[in-house]
């Protein structure tokens, strides 16, 4: 079956501008995940929504937001970027408890020049 | 509150050797625990995880970890390393108290030497 698809791969933006990352999950999969990698602290939770609900939120600025459609694609949201935010984003995919593990896309990589 | 701990951001090893990547965590209620592994220019990939039951859980490509709670250790293994398994791999903890999110380490980059 398909798997996690993350798009766009590649993204380069200015400071002060916003983006739009996009994540399609596994079919049948209801929960999506978001992820902030970086080289400096490394792997961060962002949120989690499961059926069109945030259940989770990590310690990130409400520069940061996120939704999930009806038929669990998820889009994650920053404005007014700031160079900081260069990173990896990565999505998982994921049924309705953590102990069933998540399933990764490949990433966005951002760049904030 | 959950925190991973890896010991060694660089390992390398021969190709044919013993592959061990060690991992402590923190948690403060029975957790969840999960080794992924990530190539370069990808995402990540689920190698294994321990839930509840048998504490030695086999992953795929051969690896294979060991739940210790009194030692609040699981470390990956493998009995001979192969160069495909160069890569950066991360330990990840979360619990049982329905907050669906990872805790990861900093991640051990492995390199096999020919």
């Known amino acids: 079956k398909a798997g996690v698809t993350q798009t766009p791969r590649y993204l380069i933006k200015t400071r002060g501008q916003q983006v739009t990352l996009s994540c399609s999950p596994i079919?049948?999969?209801?929960?999506v995940s978001w992820y902030q990698q970086t080289p400096g602290q490394g792997l961060q939770f962002l949120f989690e929504y499961f059926s069109e609900t945030q259940r989770n939120k990590g310690n990130f600025p409400g520069r940061f937001s996120g939704r999930q459609f009806s038929n669990s694609r998820s889009e994650m949201n920053v404005s007014t970027l700031e160079l900081g935010d260069s990173a990896l984003y990565l999505c998982?995919?994921?049924?309705?408890?953590?102990?069933?593990?998540?399933?990764f896309g490949s990433g966005t990589r951002l760049t904030v020049v | 509150a959950q925190s991973v701990t890896q010991l060694g951001s660089h390992v390398s090893v021969s190709e044919g050797a013993l592959v061990l990547l060690r991992c402590n965590y923190s948690s403060s209620v029975p957790p969840y625990l999960f080794w992924y592994v990530q190539y370069p220019n990808q995402g990540l990939q689920l190698l294994l995880k321990y839930t509840t039951g048998a504490t030695l859980v086999k992953g795929i490509n051969g690896f294979e970890a060991e739940f210790k709670k009194s030692e609040t250790s699981f470390h990956l293994t493998k009995p001979s390393a192969h160069m495909s398994d160069a890569a950066e791999y991360f330990c990840?903890?979360?619990?049982?108290?329905?907050?669906?999110?990872?805790?990861f380490g900093t991640g051990t980059r492995l390199t096999v030497i020919p």
């Open positions: 079919s049948g999969h209801r929960s």
């Open positions: 998982a995919s994921g049924g309705e408890a953590i102990n069933y593990g998540y399933t």
């Open positions: 990840a903890v979360s619990d049982q108290t329905g907050a669906n999110n990872l805790f």
